[in-house]
């Protein structure tokens, strides 16, 4: 890849980019035990930093659960970890391929997974240590060096790892940026060997067209519209339980919460019923450090917008914290149930990213199904039923990044199975072996043996002994 830097890429992002390029090239394959090393010590790095992290990104939400960043953030990425260095030594194997031994006699071949030297990572706010350290775990697993710039809402905790990390890795291993006065478009103009984006999707294409001009490679990890759908089979109380509470975790800000519910035609009233019951008993106080703030303003009034625009359209709407008074200065959004919804609102047309939920109604199974795949593809389905026939029907008939069966988010939290996007939600993976090949080249390689069919029987000028040869080859494997 051409390493050569715009002029206009600010000196510390430069400065980093050249000083990691030249430990790569020195440093091109590291060992087993380093890069063991570099994984453990992420794990202290959180571990031994554990309550100033909570603090920095409680101060950048303004009121974040702190047992929603101890599950989502550090248990899950300290999985991560753990996971990774127990099978690290696997993933690091030469994996031998078979070759054709009637043309190449006495060769062989093999993929050899290499660094593929820097790699860029833009982290969002919503979950600011785990989408910088899951990925850092992979990337480092593979044997690479990593620059991560977080979100312009993340400032506390960014300052907090630009503080921290050199006590645990050198600058040319790994280096932290906070965002502001533009400077994202900057970072994704450099010419990483491999760039990882989490974010919209409108941010998403340019950081795609950014990278487009130095080849560089992205991983993408977009949104859009992820939709439950409860079958009649399912019991209502059960559905409810789980939908709301993926629904209020982190306040709902999540690349793949429930952005709408599909549910049985007169299932309404019950749903409602229920969902009131479940919020009282489970935040009694909407003001309650329990329930995560929005992030900031400028979001708070977008959801306010957004609600009020479809009651206009005609959407009728539920507050499940009717009776709490929200803090307008802590940015406590109440979780809200949407009916009569309909494509012509905003609610139904962009990511809610927030605690609002469009229900829909339907009659048939094929209903729901034409209705998603009219839209984009979706981060992820989230088919609530325990009729294995209709869980396929979902399963086979709606493409999306991925699949919760009778529950949501629980998919992304699998060490061993590949998160990721597809089409408008996304493109590439990463968690576990998916991220470790994400992350590295899988250089294939083929050893000439002392004895050369080609050599023998094929170089030109091509007789009748080659045109014999090659017309047999191709009768036994055409």
């Known amino acids: 890849m051409n390493a050569r830097l715009n002029s206009e890429i600010p000196t510390e992002f430069s400065d980093c980019f050249q000083k990691q390029r030249a430990a790569y090239l ?45 599950f989502a953030e550090f248990f899950v990425v300290l999985q991560e ?8 030594k696997k993933w690091m194997r030469p994996q031998r391929r ?36 899951a990925p850092l775990a992979a990337i480092f697993a593979a044997g690479n ?7 312009e809402n993340s400032n506390n905790l960014a300052r907090l790892l630009i503080k921290i990390a050199p006590l645990y890795f050198s600058a040319d291993k790994l280096q932290f940026f906070e965002d502001g006065g533009g400077r994202g478009p900057a970072f994704s103009s450099i010419p990483f060997d491999h760039l990882f984006f989490t974010g919209s999707g409108q941010t998403g294409r340019a ?61 309404e009233a019950a749903f409602i019923t229920e969902a009131q019951q479940i919020i009282a008993k489970r935040y009694p106080d909407i003001n309650h450090n329990d ?17 009020n625009e479809a009651i206009k359209k005609g959407a009728r709407s539920v507050n499940l914290f009717e ?31 927030g605690p609002l939920l469009p229900i829909k109604t339907y009659r048939n199974a094929q209903e729901v199904v034409d209705y998603i795949n009219a839209h984009d593809r979706p981060l992820a389905l989230y088919p609530f039923t325990n009729d294995k026939q209709l869980q396929d029907f979902y399963i086979t008939h709606v493409m999306s990044g991925g699949v919760s069966v009778n529950t949501a988010l629980l998919h992304v939290a699998q060490h061993d199975i590949p998160f990721g996007g597809v089409g408008a939600s996304g493109m590439g993976h990463y968690h576990g072996h998916e991220g470790f090949v994400t992350f590295s080249k899988l250089r294939p390689i083929y050893y000439q043996g002392f004895f050369s069919a080609i050599k023998l029987l094929m170089m030109p000028p091509y007789n009748n002994g080659a045109n014999t040869f090659i017309k047999l080859l191709i009768k036994l494997f055409g």
């Open 26 to 70: 020195k440093d091109p394959v590291p060992s087993y035990d380093s890069r063991r090393s570099d994984l453990q010590q992420l794990a202290r790095m959180l571990n031994e930093n554990k309550d100033e992290i909570i603090a920095a990104i409680n101060a950048d939400y303004g009121n974040r659960s702190t047992f929603e960043t101890l």
């Open 81 to 88: 970890i753990k996971d990774n260095m127990k099978h690290l």
């Open 291 to 307: 329930y995560t703030s929005i992030i900031d303003q400028r979001s708070y009034h977008r959801l306010q917008e957004t609600l």
């Open 207 to 267: 950081v795609m067209a950014n990278a487009a001009r130095n080849l560089t490679p992205v991983t993408l990890e977009l949104g859009g519209k992820s939709p439950a759908v409860v079958g009649v089979d399912f019991p209502i109380a059960s559905a409810v339980g789980q939908i709301l509470w993926a629904k209020a975790f982190n306040a709902g800000q999540i690349c793949t919460n429930i952005d709408y519910v599909f549910i049985p035609e007169g299932s």
């Open 98 to 133: 078979k070759i054709d031994f009637m043309l190449y006699p006495t060769s062989r071949a093999a993929v050899i997974p290499q660094p593929l030297g820097v790699v860029g990572v833009i982290v969002p706010w919503n979950f600011p240590l785990n989408l910088s350290f």
């Open 323 to 353: 009776g709490s008074n929200p803090d307008p200065a802590m940015r406590k959004f109440p979780l809200t149930l949407v009916f009569d919804v309909s494509d012509n609102m905003q609610i139904m047309q962009r990511e809610i990213f």
């Open 145 to 151: 060096r990593a620059m991560l710039k977080m979100s």
